[in-house]
């Protein structure tokens, strides 16, 4: 990741920026979205259970992922 250009790095953090935004429509209904996440196949069976059973995990696990990529993002950018 060290290696992409600049626009490329801004374009990603960009990208990641507009999930975290969708995320608080997405997660208006937790189960909704757990259905949703299963329906394309973004879901790992091993983890499908837990999720069900606890839908707000998966929005937890999700915003702490977008909040990873953005920050790495942002260090390889030099914004950090």
Not at 27 to 50: N, R
Not at 55 to 62: A, S, W
Request: aromatic share 8%; glycine share 4%; no cysteine.
């Amino acid at each position: 990741m060290k290696n992409l250009p600049a626009e490329e790095i801004l374009n990603e953090l960009k990208g990641a920026l507009d999930e975290m935004k969708m995320l608080d429509l997405l997660f208006k209904d937790p189960a909704k979205a757990v259905e949703l996440f299963e329906a394309e196949g973004l879901l790992p069976p091993e983890h499908l259970e837990k999720y069900k059973k606890e839908p707000e995990l998966l929005e937890d696990d999700t915003r702490k992922g977008l909040y990873f990529r953005f920050i790495s993002l942002a260090v390889v950018g030099d914004y950090l």
